[in-house]
């Protein structure tokens, strides 16, 4: 089976987050990504890999 590959704009959709903060996932190799030509491809089972792992609530906290 052959890997379904992304570009960063359908990475963020799938995500819900910009496509600049695809980028900087790739720079900070927490999201795997190879280069081609102009473009940063990212593989899909990697993009459902990252979307399990557990986040942190950031931003202010709600007020009670």
């Known amino acids: ?3 379904i590959l992304l ?3 359908q990475a963020a959709e799938f995500l819900g ?3 600049s ?3 900087q996932l790739i720079l900070e190799n927490r999201l795997p990504a ?3 030509g102009r473009d940063q491809l990212i593989k899909k089972c990697d993009l459902e890999l990252f979307a399990e ?3 942190a609530r950031t931003g202010r906290p ?3």
């Open 1 to 3: 089976m052959a890997d």
């Open 7 to 9: 570009t960063t704009s």
């Open 17 to 19: 987050v910009t496509p």
């Open 21 to 23: 903060r695809i980028r």
């Open 34 to 36: 190879m280069k081609v």
């Open 53 to 55: 792992i557990p986040r």
């Open 62 to 64: 709600p007020q009670t």
